[in-house]
């Protein structure tokens, strides 16, 4: 699946999307899939109630399923307006 | 309903003329402007950043939301993004309802959805430093009311 990052949390990682090959079940789970991965994962997401996700461009939650899920993104809370 | 997200500048008395024109069987119309604001001293850009695709998406299931809630006519919102300069618009949003009550309030609902529902992020940048804008608990408690 594709996995994009924005605004602080894309600074952190250091990209802006990527493909994930994950078995993760729900967001959470890839959450830690990706924390494990290296510093600056484990940084971004270090405290998940300061992020937001989207499931293919729909607001969610964190333990939404990824059954059949082609895009999710991670965000800080929206500054819009 | 109308909805643009776009980087360059728009007209708002083009754009409120425009819509208004289109509304025909309306006796209130109410326009919202949101502009770039200096707040700590020495701002050079605003930046905003977005979720193309998404955004998009959002502000139209948004503006649907009012379109239902309340007796509109129609609804505009044009949203920018990219680098933009002190006093510039961000953003506007139009309604238009037979009675000004509805108009004003899908009004209000649109600003305070739009805040925090449609992916936007704004990021202060001086010659300093640049900093993102943190989300305000406010802008959350505002959705408690609709």
């Known amino acids: 699946m594709d996995v994009l990052y924005f605004a602080w949390v894309r600074e952190r990682i250091g990209l802006p999307r ?3 090959h994950s078995e993760a079940a729900t967001v959470m789970e890839l959450v830690k899939e990706l924390r494990a991965r290296e510093d600056r994962y484990a940084a971004a997401f270090a405290d998940v109630s300061a992020l937001r996700v989207a499931v293919d461009q729909q607001l969610t939650e964190f333990d939404a399923s990824l059954d059949g899920v082609r895009e999710v993104a991670f965000f800080p809370p929206m500054t819009g307006g | 309903m109308r909805i643009v ?118 990021r202060e940048v001086t010659s300093q430093r640049a900093e993102w804008v943190a989300a305000k608990d406010a802008d959350e408690d505002a959705l408690k009311r609709w």
């Open chain 1, 18 to 20: 990527e493909t994930v």
């Open chain 2, 5 to 122: 997200v776009q980087e360059a500048p728009f007209d708002l008395g083009a754009e409120a003329a425009l819509f208004a024109k289109g509304c025909t069987e309306s006796g209130a119309i109410v326009t919202f402007t949101g502009i770039v604001r200096d707040v700590a001293g020495g701002l050079e850009t605003m930046e905003i950043e977005h979720y193309p695709g998404m955004t998009e998406a959002a502000l139209a299931g948004i503006a649907q939301e009012a379109m239902t809630r309340w007796a509109l006519e129609d609804a505009l919102v044009i949203h920018r993004h990219g680098a933009l300069a002190p006093h510039e618009m961000i953003m506007m949003v139009a309604t238009a309802a037979p009675h000004r009550k509805d108009a004003f309030e899908a009004a209000e609902f649109l600003m305070d959805y739009l805040k925090s529902r449609a992916p936007f992020w704004k």
